[in-house]
């Protein structure tokens, strides 16, 4: 394991904003041997999460830090306050949302490392989603149909899995 100890201010990190999420990553599978990679995610006030996804050979760590966070785990979805600590292994269908007037934070762990890497491109994917979710919203604002929100992301560590959000 790399012996080079981390020590980062409140706030510090490298930092992903994704649509209504932003992610502040601690500690990379390039710093740790690729054994874990360590971040800490706020959801704005009733913003949504990264949709439902399964990872199939990595396991997640979550400590809720602050708020209260909707978790679904499997195919059911729980309200977790500030202080629930969840372990979600390889192969479960996860995902996380803010149903609250107030930010909700968590404190996440990836088991093994690496899943940093993928960042540049669920940023990316969530860039796009806010356009074309913004075009869909004035249609639908002007009668012109229903209206969406971006939800969903695909990457290589997860699959993406199908079900409504409780």
Not at 2 to 21: A, F, H, K, S, W
Not at 61 to 87: K, N, P, S, Y
Not at 110 to 124: A, K, N, Q, T
């Amino acid at each position: 394991m790399n012996d080079i100890p981390i020590i980062l201010p409140v706030g510090e990190g490298r930092t992903y904003e994704c649509g209504p999420m932003r992610a502040v990553f601690k500690a990379d599978g390039a710093e740790t041997c690729n054994r874990y990679s360590v971040s800490e995610w706020t959801v704005a006030p009733h913003g949504q999460g990264s949709g439902p996804h399964m990872h199939d050979q990595s396991d997640e760590l979550f400590f809720v830090t602050d708020g209260t966070m909707a978790v679904r785990v499997g195919d059911d979805w729980i309200d977790a306050a500030r202080g629930t600590f969840l372990r979600i292994p390889a192969g479960v269908i996860h995902d996380f949302e803010n149903r609250t007037a107030v930010p909700a934070a968590v404190l996440n762990i990836f088991l093994p490392g690496g899943f940093e890497h993928l960042m540049p491109s669920i940023v990316d994917w969530f860039a796009s989603q806010a356009s074309s979710v913004e075009v869909i919203n004035n249609k639908a604002e002007q009668g012109g149909g229903p209206s969406a929100h971006p939800r969903h992301f695909s990457c290589g560590a997860g699959k993406r899995a199908t079900g409504e959000r409780g």
